[in-house]
């Protein structure tokens, strides 16, 4: 999808936003359910498709559904299904932010004498992850990530993955090219939104009053962005007509403001190896759904083959052509989704993905470095595609995070 194809959408929240995670509120000792943020795929698609159905005249109450592929049609829109997304990720005023990759680990430096004990963005000590020497796993003989030694042992304590951190475009940029992003390109989720407990009660919906027989408590934890904090999301196959508007977004139907961008929602530039660039690494901006080869960044036609390279365990796959020897991975916890499935009138399938942050290190054996950067960086990869889901950027993998041994 490129930037010219589809228009950009800002989603600011007019109240908090509440996106349930996947337990159920029934769940034996959760005294509170969290919200996910940024929102599912399908969240974001479905209050878009009901914008556009509802300028379109469809009447929801009349529309019925036979199966989940029998979606609203009208001879100016078309199908609501020929949507398709990129994103959604957060934007910091007109700053776009990405996912920061999981192999950056980071630690707050010691404070200095005059820093401000209210600063919200302490300076960061950041370190990327290396290949490691092959070791006995459950896998067989494979190579697994590590923390480089420094000279003193002692400044290696503390460094922790970044999950839930992000990265502007400018620090996305940086990591790609083999470098660690400043302090300052790095929003964490206290600079972001604050999260905010919410307590309530069941009803009969036909009374509008408490269930007397089997009242029932529920707590949740809701988002609350900051003003300068909205979501943003590339929209391919919207009807040109389509004028943006409030919409009802995640639970409760909160209201979300819809704003029009003229800037396209562009990725960071593609990295250009050299001498020192011994390989790529494949970075996930949004999850995945990579089915039964979740460890491998492999296209969904061809399963991946195993290969025994003597040394250590190593994967082949081919993505658009570009065939793929990977030698390692970093991969987040799965990611759970579901949500509520408004033609079935029942909740969705819980799905696992791959998480966004997971990165895949690889060698490319039928083109070089170049050609192949430019086959891969901004494509996506698994089943969701219309979702916006596997979206993957290229970073180099250079000698000095691990060359293969």
């Known amino acids: 999808m490129s930037t010219n ?5 800002r989603l600011h929240a007019l109240d908090t936003w509440f996106f349930r995670e996947t337990r159920p509120f029934d769940t034996i000792g959760s005294p509170e359910l969290s919200s996910h943020f940024p929102p599912p795929a399908p969240t974001v698609a479905g209050a878009i498709k009901t914008l556009v159905g509802e300028q379109a005249g469809i009447d929801w109450r009349e529309f019925k559904p036979k199966t989940a592929q029998d979606e609203p049609r009208d001879e100016r829109y078309g199908r609501l299904g020929d949507l398709h997304l990129r994103g959604p990720f957060l934007c910091v005023g007109d700053r776009v932010l990405f996912p920061a990759p999981l192999f950056l680990l980071a630690k707050k430096k010691k404070p200095e004498a005059d820093a401000s004990a209210t600063d919200k963005n302490p300076e960061l000590s950041l370190r990327r992850l ?8 459950d896998l067989g003989i494979v190579r697994l990530p590590e923390l480089p030694k420094s000279e003193n042992g002692d400044e290696d304590k503390g460094y922790k993955p970044m999950e839930n951190a992000w990265l502007t475009a400018t620090g996305l940029k940086k990591v790609l090219d083999g470098n660690v992003p400043n302090s300052q390109d790095i929003f964490m989720p206290d600079q972001l939104y604050a999260a905010e407990s919410r307590l309530g009660i069941g009803r009969d919906n036909r009374t509008k009053t408490v269930r007397a027989d089997d009242a029932l408590l529920y707590q949740t934890r809701h988002i609350r962005p900051y003003d300068n904090v909205s979501l943003v999301v590339g929209i391919e196959g919207l ?20 704003e029009a961008v003229p800037d396209g929602l562009n990725l960071p530039e593609k990295p250009s190896p050299d001498g020192e660039t011994h390989g790529l690494i494949l970075i996930l901006l949004t999850p995945a759904d990579l089915d039964n080869a979740w460890r491998l960044p492999n296209s969904k036609s061809k399963a991946p083959a195993e290969r025994d390279s ?3 365990k190593l994967w082949r796959c081919e993505i658009d052509g570009v065939k793929l020897v990977v030698h390692s991975a970093v991969i987040g916890k799965p990611l759970r989704e579901g949500g509520w499935h408004m033609a079935e009138g029942k909740p969705r399938r819980v799905e696992s993905l791959v998480p966004a942050g997971s990165a895949w290190y690889c060698t490319v054996e039928n083109m070089d470095l170049k050609a192949a950067i430019g086959k891969l960086h901004g494509i996506q990869v698994g089943d969701g595609e219309k979702l916006g889901r596997g979206l993957i950027v290229v970073g180099l993998w250079q000698r000095k995070d691990g060359a293969e041994i």
Not at 130 to 137: D, H, L, M, S, Y
């Open 5 to 9: 194809d589809y228009t950009t959408w």
């Open 239 to 258: 009807p040109p007509d389509i004028q943006p508007s409030p919409v009802q977004l995640g639970g409760e139907g909160r209201l979300a403001l819809i």
């Open 130 to 137: 290396r290949i490691g020497k092959p070791v006995e796993t």
């Open 310 to 312: 003597g040394k250590a």
